[in-house]
Structure formats: C-alpha cells, structure tokens
C-alpha cells in the first residue's frame, strides 16, 4: 500500500512537473501602462501602478494588471516584465530630454528567454511629441534613433533576430494620434509582427483603471483566438 501511495504521488508530481513546462512563457516590454511595483525587472524601473496608490488609479493588485490577468488566466508563465513608466520608444522623451538610458530600444534585449513577447509602446511618443521622422529600414544611424519611425522599425528589425522562434506582438494604445497609428501598423506590417488594436479601454489619469485592465486582456485574448 506504501508503494502504491508513493508511485501514485510520483505520477502527480510528474504530472504537474510536465505542465508546468509546457505552458509558455511571456515577456513584456512596455511603458507605465505594464508596471506594478515589485514586479519588474530590473527593479529600478520607473513604476505608476502601486498598492498603496500614488495616482489617481483603482487598480492595486497585481492580480487586476492586464498581463496578470492575461497570463493567469490563459495558462501562462510570467518570464520577464521589463516595462518603465514614462518610457519612448525612441530615445527622445518628454520635453525633448535624452531617454536612452529608458527607451525601448535600450532594454529589448532585456527579456529572458520566453516564447512570446508583447510590446506595449508608443504611448509616450505620442504624449511627449517625439519627432515622428520618416520611415527608415536599414542603416540606422544614432541620430535617426531619436525619431519614432526610424526607432521602431530599428527595434522590430532587432527583436525578430534576437528573438528567433519567438512569436511577438505589438499592442497599439487607443487615443493615439492617428500619424502614430498610421506609422506603428505601417512598421508592423513591413516586419509581419502582428498589431493588436486596442478599443474602448477605460481609463483614469491617462491609465487602464480595473475595467480597462480587463478589457486589455479580453481583447489580446481574442485577438490570439482569431490569428
């Protein structure tokens, strides 16, 4: 009877080991929209989403963040959250200071080893008035890095060679002007990564509040399902 207990609980564990390793893990590289205090990497980031709130926000849990949700209960694995409120994709940033040190193209190659990746950006291009520039696909130069275009389509060409076998996503904010729109699916589509379009996303402060955090899952959910 021993013997039987204890195969019986080595199959179970077995089990369990075999699931866990099946489910796929999830990176993010995002902007304030993906923080939570305490659960990035590095810790240093700048966070807006608290506990105890410093914003006018009504999520304080973890469990109401979009990718929290979205991975907890699709059934899958955080790997790394390497998201920093206030960050461009670009390296200019608000008031025209240099976001090098922040920007998404600084930290991409900052994310682990996971199977799929969504980058949550240009939301602070938008809001800081970065320069837009011109679409540019080869040949970067440091200066042209500090424009939108030129610095996404350097950031997706960049991901999809670090990243190989690696399935990435770009999840474009509503509100945005419609030049940053046009110009993310634009980019996108040129390095076939797939934009999912967000819509009717309630917000406080600019922000996903509970419901809208919510409804971001909902809809990359969907998304996922039709694609």
């Given at each position: 009877?021993?013997?039987?207990?204890?195969?019986?609980?080595?199959?179970?564990?077995?089990?369990?080991?075999?699931?866990?390793?099946?489910?796929?893990?999830?990176?993010?590289?995002?902007?304030?929209?993906?923080?939570?205090?305490?659960?990035?990497?590095?810790?240093?980031?700048?966070?807006?989403y608290?506990?105890v709130?410093?914003?006018?926000?009504?999520?304080?849990?973890?469990?109401?963040?979009?990718?929290?949700?979205?991975?907890?209960?699709?059934?899958?694995?955080?790997?790394?959250?390497?998201?920093?409120?206030?960050?461009?994709?670009?390296?200019?940033?608000?008031?025209?200071?240099?976001?090098?040190?922040?920007?998404?193209?600084?930290?991409?190659?900052?994310?682990?080893?996971?199977?799929i990746?969504?980058?949550f950006?240009?939301?602070?291009?938008?809001?800081?008035?970065?320069?837009?520039?011109?679409?540019?696909?080869?040949?970067?130069?440091?200066?042209?890095?500090?424009?939108?275009?030129?610095?996404?389509?350097?950031?997706?060409?960049?991901?999809i060679?670090?990243?190989?076998?690696?399935?990435?996503?770009?999840?474009?904010?509503?509100?945005?002007?419609?030049?940053?729109?046009?110009?993310?699916?634009?980019?996108?589509?040129?390095?076939?990564?797939?934009?999912?379009?967000?819509?009717n996303?309630?917000?406080?402060?600019?922000?996903?509040?509970?419901?809208?955090?919510?409804?971001?899952?909902?809809?990359?959910?969907?998304y996922?399902?039709?694609?």
């Amino acid at each position: 009877m021993k013997i039987r207990t204890l195969l019986l609980l080595f199959c179970m564990l077995t089990c369990s080991f075999s699931f866990a390793q099946s489910s796929k893990s999830i990176s993010i590289l995002g902007d304030s929209y993906s923080t939570f205090d305490g659960y990035l990497q590095p810790d240093t980031n700048y966070v807006w989403y608290y506990a105890v709130p410093k914003q006018q926000t009504d999520v304080t849990s973890v469990r109401e963040t979009w990718w929290h949700k979205f991975i907890k209960e699709n059934n899958y694995r955080l790997c790394v959250n390497n998201s920093f409120s206030g960050s461009t994709i670009c390296n200019t940033g608000y008031r025209k200071e240099d976001y090098s040190d922040r920007s998404f193209i600084t930290r991409m190659k900052k994310l682990g080893n996971p199977d799929i990746v969504f980058i949550f950006g240009a939301t602070n291009d938008c809001w800081a008035k970065s320069p837009i520039g011109e679409y540019q696909y080869e040949k970067w130069t440091k200066k042209d890095l500090y424009s939108f275009r030129p610095a996404l389509a350097y950031l997706l060409s960049n991901m999809i060679d670090y990243y190989p076998n690696v399935k990435i996503y770009f999840i474009l904010n509503n509100e945005l002007t419609n030049e940053i729109n046009e110009s993310t699916k634009a980019i996108c589509a040129h390095y076939k990564i797939d934009c999912i379009e967000l819509h009717n996303i309630e917000k406080k402060s600019g922000h996903p509040s509970i419901a809208g955090m919510a409804e971001i899952s909902k809809q990359i959910k969907e998304y996922m399902q039709k694609n």
